[in-house]
Nanobody, 122 residues
Framework: QVKLVESGGGLVQAGDSLRLSCAAS????????MGWFRQAPGKEREFVAF????????HYADSVKDRFAISRDNAKNMVYLQMNTLKPEDTAVYYC???????????????WGQGTQVTVSS
């Protein structure tokens, strides 16, 4: 099973940027579609972004499209989420997850890291 460790969160002001990182263990990392999800207080976990195993295809939730960018470095077993023009509604704990395909339902996944907190003040 792949172990996932998220980092890079913090407290920022609206309009600022942050870059989240996800370190993954396991030899099959390059075969996985990797995704970022988030969970705001009192809300269900939701899909944010996906990237294909070779990094050539990406998908975003409408709420972050044109502001966030997902990328990966398979040589380092890393996935990144560049978040620009942050809004207070982006405040959440951010998690990464991996699977065989683009599956936006977080209930599909049973392997999560500890997440990283992003707080955006207005």
């Amino acid at each position: 099973q792949v172990k996932l460790v998220e980092s890079g969160g913090g407290l920022v002001q609206a309009g600022d940027s942050l870059r989240l990182s996800c370190a993954a263990s396991g030899r099959s990392f390059g075969n996985l579609v990797m995704g970022w999800f988030r969970q705001a207080p009192g809300k269900e976990r939701e899909f944010v972004a996906f990237i294909s195993g070779n990094g050539n295809s990406v998908h975003y939730a409408d709420s972050v499209k044109d502001r966030f960018a997902i990328s990966r470095d398979n040589a380092k077993n890393m996935v990144y989420l560049q978040m620009n023009t942050l809004k207070p509604e982006d405040t959440a704990v951010y998690y990464c997850a991996g699977g065989p395909d683009y599956i936006p339902d977080p209930q599909y996944y049973d392997n999560w890291g500890q997440g990283t907190q992003v707080t955006v003040s207005s």
